[in-house]
């Protein structure tokens, strides 16, 4: 699209007014303005120290005024106590004697309370009260404090009352008698209330306060009243630490120890007593009449700046606007000019086709994307009819378009497949809004948006959501609806349906040993294996990694599918040649038929992939059965509970006996494990020590285990029981590498004898990894723990081993005891194994002994021990005692 360009202006000379610049007028009236708050700020400071001077020099001479009061009331009580001083006389009696000054009307009698003399020992001897006073006080002795012994005049406050703050202050002098010795205290008792009454005669506003302080800088009394500060000390305040020593009077501004309030304070100190009053004041009271000068000023300050601005901001106005005008005059021109090719960049700028047309569909307007679009030269458009530009093909319905954007006023919006310049075809939204030209002429603008690459790209990634990217069969999800299709199809012909389910458990082989590359590239021709499997199945997939789905038709029945996953799975038997090399699977297959295991997609995939996951007898293809799903369930149900039985104490120890066949004495003992849970019952060892072996919950099961029958060996140590007792060893724990450090631990722990204990291994774990177990058992061994082989006699020891290995005994399986006296290979077994384990001289015990007639047989075959029903079931470990006692009194 061609525009002419941008016309050029001559320069705007600055704007002057007059002799002066706009800027000047600013920074004019800027000045004006700044002179007028500094000279205001400054009055306004002036105002401001000399009104707080004014509030300091009246606070002061409060304080100055009411210190003269208190001198006055600090005198007269001063020579009440000279008074009695000079007048007594010490009794005779025992009981104290009394003053007459209250009789004959002192000069302090107002303010006294009562008036005491004490010796030295703080016993009273004489007082005088008004009529309706208190029982004398006692002082302390005349050591308790220095002030008393300096002959100086001592003033406290005592029996403050935490609610009101009043208390009695007490003024003591020493009673000295004529030669100038101390021999007691005269007290005088003063009400507080009696000042709070002085002090509260003059009214200081809000915050203000008229407080009594001795000189150490205890509280004495305070107006208005202040229950929780009179006795305090304010030693550490500005007042004492700052300005008393200073100046006694005075006055001075600081925050408030009580409140933290900025206050005005004023002091004086009372001429020859310590004593100081102090006068306070809020320091937003004491600035109360300054606060209204501030506030005047600030808003005169404001209305004449405000004048002053508004003036200047007048003349810069009318200047500014007559300036403005000739500007735009020269510039509107230029402006038209260049609108043109600003609007034409803008178009140019977008990719996006666009371009505009009148009633007669003609072009008036396009970018250059239109022109790329239609493959013709920008300048060759205007004027032409659009049909001549675009797709013939599309013309009726961009007609329609047209005519309903007129219609209505409205744009619209619509997908349209149109071809492009070089044939082709793309998928576009056109977009048509109306418009009205400069002369008010109806005109329609288009804009088209190509989406043909996003919705490629949205199509891949559907095919992406539905299907295996490297094998291109289907995925799971994709494999569900497929399922689904399939057995609406097979219920509404009435035929069964079958879901199998393939896992290749070899299948990492191929990467682990040749890499990933060659591992895709045998994912690829599993999966060509697979799709070759249509349409004789009705849908195969790749649901994960290694596993595979199909979907077969069974008119035919159970044996049709049965042919089926035979044919599937000898192919995938065959080796699979990568890269020269020969490759097996490992093919497992579930299978699962509709509608005898399940009705719905989820529940037949389910089931087949649970057939899959068990194999009964090494078979490689699996049908899925009610009874197995039964046979999961419960094993489930019996490993979650297992899970917890340690933290819920469900699991106890019992133990069985064992007897010397020649003596009939108990020998020793085997610990056994049992469970009793809440919701299973009594759970019998056969059923769930497989399953703690498989899931490996033995380890800390085991851990447990040996860990308890330690403690319980220790329990009946220290009541005179000790017993060899076994503990079986799974061959699990055999892999811990905690195991030797939580056997000795236990033996520190629990104090047993090591000769005491025996770990029992039974021969299948002792054949496995000799090496290591050897070295294992080594070890156990050196801590002095006795070692047995259990269940002998099933595995494949051989003697080499039995001899390296440190055992002290071997135990003869219970299935070659049961059949002895009804099979004469069984004896010829038990009587192979006794004489192995003389020639290599370790004990034997038989386990299982259930009959009179086994044990007779084992007596002629010299077998050493033997533990069974026949002598004792498992007993819980409070019974053992009792029978061990039992056994050896038979034998007394």
């Known amino acids: 699209m061609t525009s002419r360009g941008p016309s050029s202006l001559p320069a705007t000379p ?103 003399v004490f010796d030295l020992d703080g016993r009273l001897l004489a007082a005088g009260t008004p009529a309706g006073a208190g ?36 003024v003591v002098r020493p009673l000295n008698d004529s030669a100038g010795r101390r021999v007691g205290s005269l007290l005088a008792q003063v009400d507080s209330e009696r000042f709070e009454r002085i002090y509260s005669l003059v009214e200081l506003d809000e915050g203000g306060s008229v407080t009594l302080f001795h000189r150490d800088g205890t509280m004495l009394v305070r107006g208005p009243n202040f229950p929780s500060g009179i006795g305090r000390s304010f030693h550490q305040t500005p007042l004492f630490q700052a300005h008393l020593p200073v100046s006694e009077r005075g006055a001075f501004e600081t925050t408030s120890p009580i409140d933290g309030q900025e206050r005005l304070y004023g002091y004086d100190a009372v001429s020859d007593y310590p004593l100081v009053i ?17 506030w005047t000023a600030v808003s005169l300050l404001v209305l004449v700046c405000v004048v002053v601005m508004f003036m200047g901001w007048r003349v810069a106005r009318d200047t500014r606007r007559q300036r403005a005008l000739i500007a735009r005059l020269e510039t509107s021109e230029a402006r038209a000019g260049r609108s043109a090719d600003y609007l034409a960049a803008i178009l140019n700028a977008v990719r996006t086709p666009i371009w505009v047309h009148d009633s007669a569909h003609r072009l008036v307007m396009c970018n250059d994307a239109f022109a790329r679009f239609v493959g013709r030269p920008a300048p060759s458009i205007a004027g032409r009819a659009e049909a001549q530009l675009l797709d013939p093909s599309s013309a009726f319905e961009r007609e329609r378009r047209y005519a309903l ?12 497949i149109v071809k492009d310049s070089s044939g082709d075809a793309r998928t576009v939204i056109q977009q048509t809004s109306q418009l009205l030209d400069a002369s008010g002429q109806v005109q329609l603008v288009s804009l088209l948006t190509d989406v043909t690459e996003r919705e490629r790209a949205e199509a891949h990634l559907a095919y992406l959501a539905n299907f295996d990217a490297l094998t291109g069969l289907p995925n799971h999800d994709h494999f569900r609806h497929l399922l689904g299709a399939e057995l609406a199809d097979a219920a509404a012909k009435g035929t069964q349906l079958g879901t199998l389910v393939v896992s290749l458990a070899r299948l990492h082989e191929i990467s682990d040993l040749l890499g990933h590359e060659a591992g895709n590239a045998a994912l690829r021709d599993i999966g060509a294996l697979f799709q070759s499997q ?33 044919a599937l799975h000898r192919r995938l038997s065959n080796a699979l040649i990568v890269n020269g090399r020969e490759f097996f699977l490992d093919a497992m297959v579930g299978v699962s038929i509709f509608p005898e295991d399940g009705q719905g997609a989820d529940d037949l995939f389910r089931r087949a992939d649970s057939a899959r996951n068990r194999f009964a007898g090494g078979d490689t293809i699996h049908f899925f059965s009610e009874s197995a799903q039964t046979d999961l369930d419960e094993r489930l149900t019996v490993e979650a509970q297992l899970r917890r039985a340690l933290e819920r104490g469900e699991l106890r120890m019992v133990y069985q006996p064992k007897v010397a066949i020649g003596s009939g004495r108990i020998v020793g003992l085997e610990a056994l ?63 811990q590498k905690d195991l030797i450090p939580m056997v000795e631990r236990c033996l520190r722990e629990t104090g047993i004898d090591p000769g005491c204990l025996e770990l029992e291994i039974t021969e299948t774990a002792l054949m496995r990894q000799e090496g290591e177990v050897d070295a294992l058992m080594h070890a156990i061994r050196a801590l002095g ?25 071997l135990k003869i399986d219970r299935a070659f005891i049961r059949d002895l006296g009804r099979d004469d290979d069984s004896a010829a077994i038990v009587r192979s ?23 007779a047989i084992l007596r002629t075959l010299a077998c050493d021990d033997y533990q069974g029903f026949l002598f004792s079931r498992p007993l819980e470990a409070d019974a053992v005692p009792a029978l061990v006692e039992q056994n050896r009194a038979a034998f007394a």
Not at 56 to 75: D, G, H, M, S
Not at 405 to 416: F, P
Not at 676 to 694: C, D, M, Q, T
């Open 278 to 294: 102090i006068t306070g004041m809020n320091k937003s009271v004491a600035l109360a009449s300054w606060y209204g000068r501030l």
């Open 534 to 566: 249509l349409p004789r199945a009705a849908g195969v997939a790749r649901i994960k990694d290694n596993e595979f789905a199909m979907v077969v038709h069974a008119h035919h029945g159970r044996g049709e599918l049965e042919e089926f996953a035979i």
């Open 785 to 809: 723990v006795e070692l047995s082989v259990d269940d002998f006699g099933t595995g494949y020891s051989s003697l080499a081993a039995l001899k390296r290995f440190p055992v002290q005994r």
């Open 833 to 855: 194994i006794v004489n192995l384990a003389r020639n290599l001289k370790l004990a034997v015990v038989a386990e299982g002994v259930e009959t009179e007639e086994q044990l």
């Open 14 to 116: 600055p704007l002057r007014l007059g002799p002066y610049s706009l800027a000047s007028l600013g920074a004019l009236t800027a000045l004006l303005i700044l002179a007028l708050v500094l000279g205001t700020a400054a009055m306004l400071n002036v105002s401001y120290q000399d009104t707080l001077r004014q509030q300091k020099t009246t606070l002061r001479n409060l304080a100055i005024a009411f210190a003269a009061q208190t001198e006055i009331v600090a005198r007269a009580v001063d020579q009440a106590l000279r008074q009695v001083e000079r007048s007594y006389k010490p009794g005779q009696g025992a009981a104290p004697a009394r003053l007459d000054y209250f009789d004959e009307g002192g000069a302090a009698e107002e303010y006294l309370l009562g008036l005491y």
């Open 405 to 416: 954007v007129l219609g209505s006023g409205h744009a619209e919006e619509t997908l349209a």
């Open 135 to 170: 029982p004398a006080p006692r002082l302390p002795a005349p050591s308790a404090g220095a002030v008393l012994r300096n002959g100086a005049l001592h003033i406290s406050i005592k029996a403050v009352d935490p609610h009101t703050g009043r208390g009695i202050i007490h």
């Open 673 to 735: 494990l049992r469970w009793n849970n809440g919701k299973l019952g009594e759970v019998s060892p056969v059923r769930f020590i497989p399953l703690a072996e498989r899931t490996g919950l033995i380890v800390p099961i085991g851990a447990w285990v040996f860990e308890e029958t330690c403690r319980q060996m220790a329990r009946w140590n220290a009541i005179g029981v000790k017993l060899h007792v076994s503990v079986n060893l799974s061959p699990r724990q055999f892999d």
